[in-house]
């Protein structure tokens, strides 16, 4: 079992509409989490990151935390084609375990 | 700020010979990060430095992989002898987490180079 597993997709939104990701982690020590999106042939960028439980706005992306669950969440509002790349979940350990470890990415398109 | 520098940008080698991926962190970074990327594992954590020293190396696939830090711009990943099966794209990422001893809810983004796609033939 992958430390972060992630549905590789693809995974098909109309413009427009919000486009759900979602995420599992195993090790329950991981304390922090990241959401970064990759353009196909490009380096990844972060898009935001989230350590409490609950949610986290950031203008059109929200991401949610639950710890008892080990589920995390990415939320596109009002998607746009541009928003069409990978995006991966990634965790974190606490200060000292400053390993970042990945999903393997869901892909997502966003259809005009 | 020019942020992570990798060289070469593509690197085709034949099966056997010594391939070298080098790297430049962002200047402050005190964390440096070699991934490997392949659509079948995705993102692979291969090795981290803090402060030039090694932390963790299980992510290295064999004792073919070593990967230094002389110093704090510096670091190179090398693979001798190459086989195909290291094809893939090979980034380079930085971080400061000098912050994160501070505050529990510190998190400093890691910043990729635009990486390196090594093929083997």
């Known amino acids: 079992q992958k430390e972060v597993e992630q549905n590789s997709g693809p995974l098909s939104v109309p413009e427009g509409a919000i486009a759900s990701l979602n995420c599992t982690y195993s090790?329950?020590?991981?304390?922090?989490f990241f959401w970064y999106r990759q353009y196909s042939g490009k380096s990844p960028e972060l898009i935001m990151f989230?350590?409490?439980?609950g949610d986290k706005e950031d203008g059109r992306f929200t991401a949610q935390l639950n710890k008892a669950s080990q589920y995390v969440s990415l939320l596109i509002r009002d998607s746009q084609p541009s928003d069409s790349a990978t995006y991966l979940c990634?965790?974190?350990?606490?200060?000292?375990?400053?390993?970042?470890?990945f999903g393997t990415g869901t892909r997502l398109t966003i259809i005009p | 700020d020019a942020g992570v520098i990798q060289s070469p940008r593509h690197e085709v080698t034949e099966m056997g010979q010594e391939v070298t991926l080098r790297c430049k962190p962002i200047?402050?970074?005190?964390?440096l990060f070699w991934y490997r990327q392949t659509m079948m594992r995705g993102l692979e954590l291969l090795i981290y430095?803090?402060?030039?020293?090694?932390?963790?190396d299980s992510g290295m696939p064999e004792d073919r992989f070593s990967a230094k830090m002389p110093n704090a711009s510096f670091s190179t990943l090398k693979i001798q002898p190459s086989e195909p099966r290291d094809s893939a794209v090979y980034f380079c990422?930085?971080?400061?987490?000098?912050?994160?001893?501070?505050?529990?809810?510190?998190?400093?983004?890691?910043?990729f180079g635009n990486g390196t796609r090594l093929t083997v033939t």
């Open positions: 990422a930085s971080s400061f987490e000098g912050a994160r001893q501070l505050s529990s809810s510190y998190n400093s983004p890691l910043h």
């Open positions: 090790d329950r020590g991981s304390q922090s």
């Open positions: 989230i350590y409490s439980n």
């Open positions: 990634a965790a974190k350990g606490n200060f000292g375990n400053e390993k970042l470890t």
């Open positions: 200047s402050g970074h005190d964390y």
């Open positions: 430095f803090n402060n030039n020293v090694p932390i963790d």
